[in-house]
């Protein structure tokens, strides 16, 4: 909603004159193209090109992984950056039966949101429609240029994508799949565009491309998605922090809260939706907290504890304001006691990144105060912060979470991928 | 959505860290304290703010004209724009009005907009909630000051205005009255606060406002529109332009079509739903465009026609391609003769504005055609494209017109001064 939305000529001429345009501008000048075919192109024609994707990239598997191979001799990465960028028949699988997975899901385009009828006769609707292009920015994982790709074509959306220089080869083959998908289902290729190569001023390009890419979205790590949040002029979707918080009130049931915080710290620590914070009720700490720390500590979790909860747990080391703002994607987990829900939300207010927080009380009339009294994304009663997901939500495939206030907040899937227009019909009416 | 959405903290900071903080810095900090109470209040207090504020608005109805009276005496201003500038004891008494009518809609804040349930019993809801607080940016007119801080009271909003120099006092007066409201009701005064003068070094320190302000919402000329749209480090609400189009299809009855493009050109040229620019199929228009020359020009309407055109009528002027740019707001009205439906698609994507086009046609499939393939916000057919409005929509009142591709499209009233967040509630559930 940032950029101006000029007729694509006239914006097109203001990039050019504001800058050398580059050859992202000239990508996304082809991708707009495009993007006005996917936007009216039916139903089973993306489906059609979603699956011939799919078959594309079994038929490539050779050469993807062949692809993949210089990357990996390309690269000095090791652990799990290493495992990030390598490719595996498995995981080719696993991608194409990704993308068999959106033809599936009910076609987002169209769908009435709302209708009603005035007084005067006319008919208005309000109906989900294609973004336009998107611009995707990912680094190593090569399967995010197929994930991406798919969820735009699913929605009728052209997409512009720009990995990292590590996967370079791997992209660049996936791409190629993409597109032949494209080509089976009569669809323009350029449709899925990648950059010729991973420099960086392409990704500057992209971020200045006001009217000319319509969205962005980050998809890496923090300072690849707080140099887009900070820089772009184009409407960007990310998340730059995961800082979610458990809150445990004093009528939380026992063992309903031992079972949530250990799950939503310890099933997966590395997830944006995993719990950092622990806030735990003063009145309930006593008997509550030190039976919590054993359970995440026999898994191999470590602490960082404010004063009151160490004067419950002694051995917990202690924690630094700046603790509270760290998102530990690891087995730590912070740890304050607070005096009720709105030193709770307070403490939200202070440290949180809007991502997702949770409450575990049996009190409604509480529940009900956390769940207003947050600017997050997602709240949750008496669940596990890690279900902040997609697949979670029913959404059936993400291309990430966004943590801004608008469009789409939470896990974007296929129907977040898509804005609205409003048609009126009428029988002749003018205005009086 | 662009901003980043640390908590207000940290991002306080950081703004304060990027550059000095000004006057407007401290005034959004204050309002987005009192913003988070006004995210929770009671319906009925949000209410009772406005009835309050319009009776308070009535009461300083002689401050507010000797107030009003200062600012036209040091205005340089003639003809309409003297009229906007000045206020009447009838048009105070309109904007009372509209805080009781606003006060009468339903409470936007808490709709539940989706609801569905996980297999493993989550209950997932997407709820409605205020976006937090609005920055609106406007020039001479001092009933926007009130009509803005009331759409944002009922939306559960704070509002940081930004008034122009030429309405100082004016808006200053207007702005007293909205503080009697809100104190009147018990919510906090700073939910509506006003800048303490016109230095245009507020309105830069606003568009950079990222994480302090929410929303911009740039109500005036174009190129304050323009700049805001710009510069602004915040998302942004507004259109540029509204060169609507009113397309007159071959299978269109002559009589509606007349009727449309009188109504849509000249019920009032001055408003952004007015059509710049009528495009009619070569295989209708030498039998009907004679007429509608001859409708509109007994309403003093001139023309700027094609070649086709002045073919078909030889007295109309020539249209230059700049003229096919530019957004007359008067009895002007450019004319291009196209051959279907794509040729006037291709039209409207070249020159633009994506506000609002028209299609008058018996034809469905061609209207279908014509309504899928814009990425206006508003398409019509057969209505006339002055009906781009608010209240026309039923919304009640609108704080302007949306024309960029996220969140609000067409008219923003209170529903579209919303954002969401799902609620999660379960019953103890835990990630597998």
């Known amino acids: 909603m940032q950029a101006h939305e000029d007729g694509a000529e006239s914006t097109v001429t203001q990039a050019m004159s504001a800058s050398a345009p580059g050859p992202m501008t000239a990508l996304a000048k082809r ?62 699988e696993a991608i194409a039966r990704g993308l068999e997975d959106m033809a599936d899901l009910p076609d987002p385009v169209g769908r009435v949101l709302e209708e009603w009828t005035r007084p005067n006769g006319l008919r208005i609707r309000r109906v989900a429609t294609p973004v336009g292009v998107i611009g995707v920015i990912y680094e190593s994982r090569p399967n995010v240029g197929a994930d991406a790709a798919g969820l735009c074509i699913k929605s009728g959306n052209a997409v512009l994508l720009r ?25 323009p290729e350029d449709a899925v565009l990648i950059a010729p190569d991973a420099d960086r001023k392409h990704v500057a390009e992209m971020l200045g491309a006001s009217g000319l890419v319509d969205l962005l979205i980050p998809r890496g790590g923090r300072s690849l998605v707080e140099r887009v949040q900070k820089d772009a002029r184009v409407p960007v979707l990310a998340h730059a922090d995961g800082l979610c918080h458990t809150y ?38 006593p008997t509550l907290l030190p039976s919590i720390v054993a359970d995440l500590a026999e898994f191999g979790c470590t602490f960082k504890a404010d004063a009151a909860a160490r004067e419950i747990v ?44 949770a409450i575990v009380t049996a009190d409604e009339a509480v529940a009900n105060r956390f769940m207003t009294g947050t600017d997050s994304a997602v709240v949750m009663w008496n669940a596990s912060t890690q279900f902040c997901d997609g697949g979670e939500f029913g959404f059936g495939a993400e291309i990430g979470i966004a943590t801004g206030r608008f469009h789409a907040r939470g896990p974007v899937g296929v129907e977040q991928l898509t804005t609205f227009r409003y048609e009126v019909v009428g ?4 205005r009086s």
Chains 1, 2 share one sequence.
């Open 314 to 357: 002694p051995t917990l080391p202690a924690a630094t304001e700046q603790d509270f703002r760290t998102e530990w994607l690891d087995a730590v987990l912070n740890i304050a006691v607070v005096d009720g829900v709105d030193e709770a939300l307070d403490h939200i207010s202070r440290f949180g990144s809007s991502h997702t927080e």
């Open 31 to 92: 991708a707009r193209l495009a993007a006005r075919t996917l936007a009216t192109s039916p139903t089973s024609a993306r489906d059609r090109a979603l699956w011939a994707a799919a078959a594309a990239l079994r038929e490539a598997s050779d050469t993807i992984l062949e692809a993949n191979a210089k990357d990996l001799a390309a690269s000095t990465a090791k652990d799990a950056f290493r495992d990030r960028l390598t490719l595996t028949p498995e995981r080719i």
């Open 427 to 430: 029988t002749g009416q003018v």
């Open 248 to 285: 445990v009130h004093a009528a939380a049931d026992h063992g309903m809260a031992r079972r949530i915080v250990l799950n939503a710290k310890m099933r997966r620590t590395g997830i944006c939706g995993a719990t950092e914070t622990l806030l735990i009720d003063a009145a309930i700490a």
């Open 163 to 187: 990995g990292g220089s590590e996967s370079l080869h791997s992209a660049r083959a996936i791409h190629a799949a993409m597109q032949a998908g494209l080509r089976a289902a009569d669809l």
